[in-house]
Each structure stands twice: as structure tokens, then as C-alpha cells.
């Protein structure tokens, strides 16, 4: 199994970024793909994930209506858009998989077993 995240850079508040997943080594349409988010001194938080088989989506208090996550199945493809960013959204943002049950849980997300290197995102102020 191989994540491999990418698009995170340097963008001033307000701006937008779209992170992507590139998923190998599974089947993509079992799973389901999560993406979290850790900040230097902060605990790790689990920000939005996606299932595959049937499409439900979770969103963070933090992010909900500023963030969109989707998939390309045929290319095996994940992404993040946050809009609106703001200085509070830098972090090492990581990307996960897991079977549904496994990350959607009753109270917020659970932690997949399989991880990417992490792309780092910076909000300037």
C-alpha cells in the first residue's frame, strides 16, 4: 500500500489549495480515504474523509463548509480543497486509508492503519 501526497505549499489567508492522494497497492473502491491534519505542539485531527463504496463524506468542525474532498476512482486519485484558509489550517496535512468502518465512526473519525509522508501547507497571515 503506498500514499503519496502533494500540493501543499505557501498561501496567504484567504486563499484556496487543492492536496492530492495518489492511492497504489489496494483496491481503491473498498476503501475509504482520509485526510488529516498536524500542527507543531498540536495533536493530530482528523479533518474529512471520504468512503468509496458509498460516497458519504465527513467534515471537521474546523473546515466544514470550507472544504471539499473528492475522488477520481479510475485514477485511483483522493483530493482535499480548502477555500477560505486561514493562518489556523498550517499543518503537516497527511493522507489515509482504511475500510469505512474503521474511519467513520459515531464520534468523528478513527485512525487508518495505512499512512502517507504528509505535505506540508502554510497560511500566511
Known amino acids: 500500500v503506498q500514499l503519496v501526497e502533494s500540493g501543499g505549499g505557501l498561501v496567504q489567508a484567504g486563499g484556496s489549495l487543492r492536496l492530492s492522494c495518489a492511492a497504489s497497492g489496494f483496491t481503491f473502491d473498498d476503501y475509504a480515504i482520509a485526510w488529516f491534519r498536524q500542527a507543531p505542539g498540536k495533536e493530530r485531527e482528523g479533518v474529512s474523509c471520504v468512503s468509496m463504496s458509498d460516497g458519504r463524506t465527513y467534515y471537521a468542525d474546523s473546515v466544514k463548509g470550507r472544504a471539499t474532498i473528492s475522488t477520481d476512482n479510475a485514477k485511483q486519485m483522493a483530493y482535499l480543497q480548502i477555500d477560505n484558509l486561514e493562518p489556523e489550517d498550517t499543518a503537516m496535512y497527511y493522507c489515509?486509508?482504511?475500510?469505512?468502518?474503521?474511519?467513520?465512526?459515531?464520534w468523528g473519525m478513527g485512525t487508518p492503519r495505512q499512512w502517507g509522508q504528509g505535505t506540508q501547507v502554510t497560511v500566511s497571515s
Open positions: 489515509g486509508a482504511d475500510v469505512s468502518w474503521v474511519l467513520f465512526r459515531a
